[in-house]
């Protein structure tokens, strides 16, 4: 007898997992979003440099990144369950702690150390279930749960602007850190597929190695040339998908308009990044092309969206570059996670996702500061714009060799297994 997780339900219970992991979405990256408000109310607090406090937001996406790997350890030593209630109390518990003021390194080790560390922890195991919950409506399912980054992300700005006018930044944090309590709320009701018993006489006396495949992190599938290509991509987009929102409102700024509607174009990009999401999982869904394809075609045309926004020069052509911008990011994020699959299959899912965050953090870091350089150097905030779209751009060539690889190591599938059902079909006695 071998013991095996139950083939995905695709709907019924899976749904609350959904619901769950869309609220997980919002109470962690659109919280990390939105950090930029208390920013200018820290330094002007500590009377610091802006290099000086941008390293608590640094801090923070930092260990989300690093903490991947050890989220997804953790995902297969114990649950998406455990993980996840864990990482609620981590966030929880950072925020709360940085109420307190006990100076600038304080707040480095609370809303740093400790609220990066429980968003990744939050973040990768609610990714992690809904992808083992979906096969036929895996994409929509995706898209629906990420689309919770987006909605909380609108609400949270002008709400977290009021709980600093309200109560001042150290009371913010305090009552945003109880929110953030739901994240253990939600990870209970994050229930594991249950394990079935199989008695294949084939596998009868391999349950021990299954066990041990299926519950140890897959340090083996950077042998992989699919996942180390894809991993290439994540650098390269992530270095380019990190410097828009930094750039795009001292861009307006800088071709005279006034205060106002600059910060208007950021809530236009969250709500056109919702649209992107749930439409393109839609679209995904239809499987009128392939995840990898589809994947390529949008990473293209954002890079081109970002190369022709510099040509703007008025409120009206800038929003709708910005809109199509946020429009194709959405639609990216609601498929390269899922696209995950199809290079290590569900199976080495966790461990993939775990990895690909690892290295992702290396073109979120080099990025934004490379951007500021050239802006520093050419004085034109065209600049940062013209290597975020080459960025992207020259990563979604990474992804036709992925899909070119995956498509042969496929096709070598196929024959091997043709070949196999014709030796069984063979029969000798029927030759003698």
């Known amino acids: 007898m071998t013991s095996r997780r139950a083939a995905p339900p695709d709907g019924g219970y899976g749904w609350v997992v959904v619901t769950s992991a869309f609220f997980i979405m919002g109470l962690t990256a659109a919280v990390l979003k939105n950090f930029g408000v208390f920013f200018l109310e820290i330094q002007r607090h500590f009377g610091v440099l802006s290099s000086t406090a941008s390293w608590v937001t640094s801090t923070t996406i930092a260990m989300f990144h690093l903490g991947a790997p050890i989220a997804s350890v953790l995902t297969l030593r114990f ?49 992690s279930i809904v992808n083992h919950y979906f096969v036929r409506w895996r994409p929509i399912a995706y898209a629906v749960a990420s689309s919770g980054e987006c909605v909380f992300a609108v609400i949270f700005s002008p709400f977290f602007h009021w709980l600093i ?17 739901n994240l253990c709320v939600c990870g209970a009701l994050m229930r594991p597929l249950e394990t079935t018993q199989s008695s294949d006489p084939e596998t009868k006396d391999a349950p021990e190695g299954h066990a041990k495949k299926t519950s140890i992190f897959q340090c083996s599938l950077l042998r992989n040339p699919e996942l180390i290509l894809y991993i290439l991509f994540s650098i390269f987009a992530a270095a380019g998908f990190f ?141 940062a714009f013209y290597l975020s779209g080459l960025c992207l751009i020259s990563s979604a060539v990474f992804v036709v060799l992925v899909d070119l690889l995956v498509q042969r190591r496929k096709a070598a599938e196929a024959e091997v297994l043709q070949a196999d059902g014709q030796l069984e079909s063979w029969d000798p006695e029927k030759v003698k």
Not at 165 to 181: D, N, P, T
Not at 334 to 361: K, N, P, Q, Y
Request: some cysteine.
């Open 165 to 181: 006018e309200m109560y001042s930044w150290q009371g913010a944090l305090l009552i945003v850190g109880g929110l953030q309590l």
């Open 243 to 383: 410097i828009p929102p930094l750039f795009l409102v001292p861009f307006a700024n800088s071709v005279g308009m006034d205060e106002y509607w600059p910060a208007s174009l950021l809530s236009v990009l969250a709500l056109a990044d919702l649209a992107g999401r749930l439409i393109c999982g839609w679209v995904s869904n239809m499987r009128l092309l392939r995840n990898l394809q589809l994947l390529t075609m949008v990473v293209t045309l954002v890079g081109v969206m970002l190369l022709l926004l510099p040509i703007s020069h008025n409120y009206w052509s800038i929003l709708c570059f910005t809109s199509l911008y946020g429009f194709l990011f959405g639609c990216v994020v609601a498929i390269h996670v899922t696209a995950i699959v199809d290079i290590v299959t569900l199976e080495g899912f966790d461990s993939g996702l775990g990895i690909l965050m690892l290295f992702r953090s290396i073109g979120g870091f080099m990025g934004p500061p490379a951007a500021g350089w050239l802006v520093d150097e050419t004085n034109d905030y065209s600049a």
């Open 79 to 127: 649950s998406q369950r455990v993980v996840i209630i864990v990482g609620g109390l981590l966030t929880a518990s950072g925020m709360m702690l940085a109420s307190l003021d006990l100076g600038l390194p304080w707040l480095y080790l609370t809303m740093g150390v400790l609220q990066g560390t429980g968003i990744s922890f939050s973040w990768i195991p609610a990714n």
